[in-house]
C-alpha cells in the first residue's frame, strides 16, 4: 500500500524539525550524574547524613557514613548542601558541561553559636530555704488566686472540664485491655451488689457528681 505523497511530505518535514531542534536545543543531552564528597573545611572530615537538595525541584539525597553522595541533576540546576552545625553552600551546574559527569569537593564552614550566660549556683540550706519561705512577701493577688486554686469546689470544675492528658488516656487504655484480657472467655463482674461501689455511688451522690453543670 503506497502512502500519499501528502502524507510523505508531512514526515519528512517532522523528521527534519526534529533533529534542527535537537541539535539547537539548549536541553540536549543535559542529564548529568553529580557525585562527590562533603568535608568539613577545618579538618577535612567526611559529613554523613549531609542533606544535599536540587534548588525548585522537591528533590534530593544524603550523604553517607564517609560524606560521599551520588545524583542525577540537570545542567543549570542549583544544589544545596546543609547539615546541622555547618554553614549551607549551594553550586551550580555549569550550563556548558561538556559531559555528562560532574564531580565536587564541597566543604563546609562550621556555624559557630553563641549562647548566653549561664550563672549557676549552689542550692540554698535547708536553713536558707526556711528563713526566705517565711520571710517572702506574697501579695494579695497572688494570695488570692492560690486560695481560689485549692477551693475544693473549683477543683471539681476544672477535673470534669479539663481533658485528659497522653498518660492518663494511655493507662485507661492499659486498663481496659487487661481488663478484657482478664475476664476474657467468661462474664466480668456485676457491681450491682458490690458494698464498696455503692458507698462510692453515695458519696458521689452527696458531692453532687451528678448534677447538671451548666
Known amino acids: 500500500m503506497k502512502l500519499p505523497i501528502r502524507y510523505i511530505l508531512l514526515l519528512t518535514v517532522l523528521l527534519s524539525a526534529g533533529k534542527s531542534f535537537s541539535q539547537t536545543s539548549p536541553y540536549r543531552d543535559s542529564v548529568v550524574q553529580l557525585y562527590g564528597v562533603v568535608m568539613t573545611a577545618d579538618s577535612l572530615q567526611g559529613i554523613p547524613s549531609c542533606s544535599v ?65 549561664t550563672i549557676l549556683k549552689p542550692r540554698p540550706t535547708r536553713e536558707q530555704f526556711e528563713r526566705d519561705f517565711v520571710n517572702n512577701k506574697v501579695s494579695d493577688d497572688l494570695y488570692e488566686t492560690a486560695r481560689k486554686n485549692l477551693n475544693e469546689a473549683q477543683r471539681r470544675v476544672l477535673i470534669a472540664s479539663l481533658p485528659a492528658d497522653g498518660r492518663e488516656a494511655v493507662n485507661y487504655q492499659l486498663r481496659q485491655q487487661a481488663s478484657k484480657a482478664y475476664y476474657a472467655g467468661q462474664l466480668p463482674p456485676m457491681n450491682i451488689l458490690n458494698p464498696a461501689a455503692w458507698a462510692d455511688f453515695i458519696q458521689a451522690w452527696k458531692r453532687g457528681d451528678f448534677k447538671k453543670k451548666n
Not at 550523604?63 to 546541622?84: A, E, P, R
Open 53 to 117: 537538595i536540587v534548588e525548585g525541584k522537591g528533590r534530593g539525597t544524603i550523604t553517607s557514613y564517609d560524606g560521599v553522595f551520588s545524583i542525577v541533576v540537570l545542567k543549570g540546576d542549583k544544589i544545596t548542601f546543609s547539615s546541622i552545625g555547618f554553614k549551607n553552600r549551594s553550586i551550580q551546574i555549569p550550563l556548558d558541561l561538556p559531559e555528562n559527569q560532574y564531580s565536587v569537593i564541597q566543604l563546609l564552614v562550621s556555624d559557630t553559636a553563641y549562647l548566653p550566660a
